[in-house]
């Protein structure tokens, strides 16, 4: 039996008929670039997230560039994010010609060290953009009382956290904006790349619907610049079918990883470094991470057994050659580093079953032993 990192089959399988029926009347409609089927998505998730506003756009790298655009981040601005997440974080960043000022990681749950970031404020920083990592909420409260205190925008990068909670409420609707992926491996994925922008304030929220569309308002005049970045049609219906199902989606995550503290603990009882959710937050488990010391090894291992698994990260931003010019050294950010060295991403998607479960923690306590 092999045991595939993530299988998107079974989902798709039980909504062929639906997804199929929605792609019909969206070509039916020859309706493509925005319309009905993009406004529906946008009030449905809205309401999911408890944000006023919800704009679809074409990816979350975009989603990320844009809420920075319509800041009005360019070049001599700073913005201090993590060192240790998808490189979108950090690259839209340094494409609008600022600087990522980069900083540790908390070792528990991989977010962004909320003490870290008082000694990289400078008078240069325009906004502070934290990851919730692997669907895990990062610590908002202090970082939004010393963004407030530093006067600074935040930008949320939640593009592997939606549904995710801290104190009861969704990750999305804390900062200036939210960036949210529909990328297809995601909680909520689309049929190709997708993407959400969330903001609680009205005059962001139109400025971020004419940047999607070149800064366009009325037709042909042209406010600023902003660029192509609407959401197809045919991605939000697909969308649209699959909301509805989002929140049983994450309880069987929710339900495959308990299984695996479970099955670990009886296996390996304190041996491998398990996700963990802090009493304060609500885990949607995009990855399902564990550390071990000789990660390389075990990863070979698993590929030999059937068993999917993947790195995420491997080289933290600091240490990649575009950002050479930061100036950062190795050893710079100590938790980032050994987090990339350590970890490894195992099968968590719900359709999982607690076969293939055992035989991932199995394969994993004879290597481990």
């Known amino acids: 039996m092999n045991v595939p990192l993530l299988d998107l089959r079974p989902q798709y399988a039980p909504l062929r008929d639906a997804i199929l029926a929605a792609l019909t009347r969206v070509c039916d409609s020859q309706q493509f670039i925005l319309g009905a089927e993009v406004e529906g998505l946008e009030h449905e998730l809205a309401t999911l997230l408890g944000v006023k506003h919800a704009v679809g756009v074409s990816s979350g790298t975009d989603a990320l560039l844009m809420a920075m655009m319509a800041l009005g981040i360019g070049p001599g601005d700073e913005v201090i994010t993590t060192t240790y997440s998808f490189f979108a974080t950090a690259g839209c960043i340094a494409r609008l010609g600022a600087r990522p000022v980069l900083v540790d990681i908390d070792p528990v749950t991989y977010n962004l060290d909320p003490a870290a970031i008082e000694s990289a404020v400078t008078p240069k920083t325009k906004a502070i953009v934290p990851v919730h990592l692997y669907g895990l909420s990062a610590d908002m409260d202090p970082l939004m009382t010393l963004a407030r205190r530093a006067g600074v925008a935040v930008v949320e990068d939640c593009a592997q956290s939606i549904g995710a909670r801290y104190k009861g409420r969704a990750v999305g609707g804390f900062g200036a904006f939210g960036c949210f992926s529909f990328f297809p491996s995601k909680n909520l994925g689309a049929f190709g790349d997708g993407g959400l922008l969330t903001t609680n304030d009205d005059a962001l929220a139109h400025r971020a619907r004419l940047m999607r569309n070149h800064g366009m308002e009325p037709k042909y005049y042209h406010r600023f610049v902003g660029g192509n970045f609407r959401l197809d049609a045919l991605q ?73 698994s993947e790195i995420y990260y491997p080289v933290p931003f600091h240490r990649q050659e575009c950002f050479a010019s930061l100036g950062y050294r190795r050893g710079a950010f100590p938790e980032a580093e050994r987090a990339a060295a350590e970890t490894i991403a195992l099968p968590i998607y719900g359709e999982l079953t607690e076969s293939q479960q055992q035989l991932v923690v199995n394969t994993i306590a004879g290597f481990v032993r």
């Open 236 to 308: 939000a219906a697909v969308l649209r079918v699959k909301v509805p199902h989002l929140a049983a989606w994450t309880e069987a995550r929710r339900r495959n990883a308990a299984r695996y503290r479970a099955m670990f603990d009886r296996a390996l009882p304190g041996r491998l470094g398990l996700p963990v959710e802090p009493p304060d937050r609500y885990h949607i488990f995009n990855q399902f991470i564990v550390r071990v010391p000789d990660r390389d090894a075990l990863r070979a291992h698993l590929t030999a057994a059937g068993v999917g």
